[in-house]
């Protein structure tokens, strides 16, 4: 079965401190990862995917197939990064089109 | 400039009623979506429309019926509607094929 899985339903790091949102996932061909975001008040918006293996807003995340997971990374967390992160799976094989999210992680940066 | 936009933003309710919320894109996207984000913040999928075509109706009552007019519109009616209905429900919209979606601000529905 298709599925993803965010262990911390809340994240709390004061600024300046690295942070690590985990995300392990359950999929049987190739899988497409992603990580989506929605701050305070705005609309989920995609933030990074593992195929473009770019660096947005000072987030990294690497696909380790081995330990099926795809952890977002931040060296030095600000307090703009406070905000719901939600990792998700691609399944788009056959005629069928999905985003499989995960059920969130709250960053929370303190001062 | 609204990429993704639906309304109505917010929608009070008596159980037992039946609403509409509307959906419009203007990406040029093949395909759509309506996500239900409940209270826990969990999104799941509900229904998702290529070229005007269903093709994922996950378990969803069969109070919810999606009608897709055209490629850039997809709306979501809700009959006889109870107190679990209550959460924000929002709209995407993508290319076929890829998982980079675009989403609407969301439409907070409260059933009293």
């Known amino acids: 079965a298709q599925r993803v899985t965010q262990p911390e339903k809340l994240l709390s790091v004061f600024k300046g401190a690295p942070v690590e949102l985990k995300c392990n996932y359950s999929?049987?061909?190739?899988?497409?990862l992603f990580w989506y975001v929605q701050y305070s008040r705005q609309r989920l918006q995609l933030l990074l995917r593992?195929?473009s293996r770019e660096s947005i807003k000072g987030f990294t995340a690497d696909l380790n197939k081995g330990e099926t997971s795809f952890h977002l990374k931040k060296p030095f967390a600000q307090e703009e990064d406070s905000a719901m992160y939600y990792c998700a799976l691609s399944s788009f094989g056959g005629s069928q089109g999905n985003l499989i999210f995960g059920k969130g992680t709250k960053l929370s940066v303190k001062p | 400039d609204t990429a993704v936009s639906q309304t109505p933003k917010y929608l009070v309710t008596q159980m037992g009623n039946d609403k509409s919320i509307k959906c419009e894109q203007n990406l040029g996207h093949d395909t759509m979506y309506w996500y239900k984000q409940d209270s826990k913040k969990f999104l799941k999928i509900m229904f998702s429309?290529?070229?005007?075509?269903?093709?994922i109706n996950e378990t969803v009552p069969n109070r919810f019926s999606p009608k897709s007019p055209d490629k850039a519109h997809l709306n979501l009616h809700i009959n006889s509607l109870e107190l679990g209905d209550s959460a924000v429900y929002f709209c995407?919209?993508?290319?076929f094929g890829t998982g980079e979606l675009f989403f609407g601000e969301g439409s907070r529905l409260t059933v009293l």
């Open positions: 429309y290529n070229n005007k075509e269903l093709i």
């Open positions: 995407a919209s993508s290319h």
């Open positions: 593992h195929i």
């Open positions: 999929y049987s061909g190739s899988p497409e």
